[in-house]
């Protein structure tokens, strides 16, 4: 994972992504699912930037709530010195809140890494539960048995139903 021209993502798609965006060079560690943008979070993102999450909450939002599908994920040994890292084993907690913040669902997505002679792992592939629906914020959390400091989580290609809010489009 080379994280060149680290920034972060904001408003995309109708949704505000408190996540960063990186590029995911074909070196080592994982493959981005579309070529090479990925969002990208850790521990150290967190502690600087507050929460990892994607919102329907934010000022001059058309989108009342959404219900997220599907995405790809995976870990790496985090770096921003570096343009190649290695895949890690993590797990990916998504806790979905319905407007007006109430948590509706927590899901988990268990990433296990290919040996370390995999140089270039693919991301894997997740489906959503029926508790998301109509959520108005995801916030993603990571554990790995490599201290979280020393690992990024990786998102690419999420597919979501947005819901317009009342009048948006008047």
Do not use: K
């Amino acid at each position: 994972m080379g994280p060149t021209a680290l920034t972060e993502i904001q408003q995309y798609e109708g949704l505000f992504w408190a996540f960063n965006t990186v590029q995911l060079l074909a070196i080592s560690g994982v493959a981005a699912n579309t070529p090479q943008n990925a969002a990208a979070f850790s521990a150290n993102t967190e502690l600087l930037d507050g929460p990892t999450l994607v919102t329907s909450n934010f000022p001059s939002s058309l989108i009342a709530s959404f219900t997220p599908q599907t995405f790809f994920y995976g870990c790496v040994v985090a770096s921003e010195e570096t343009a190649a890292s290695v895949a890690q084993s993590c797990t990916i907690t998504a806790t979905g809140f319905a407007p007006g913040g109430a948590q509706v669902a927590s899901q988990d997505f268990v990433f296990t890494a290919g040996p370390v002679t995999t140089l270039v792992q693919p991301l894997a592939q997740g489906t959503f539960g029926p508790g998301f629906a109509h959520v108005q914020t995801v916030r993603f959390a990571l554990t790995s048995a490599l201290s979280e400091v020393l690992v990024a989580g990786v998102i690419d290609t999420v597919t979501a139903t947005l819901y317009e809010a009342p009048g948006a489009f008047v």
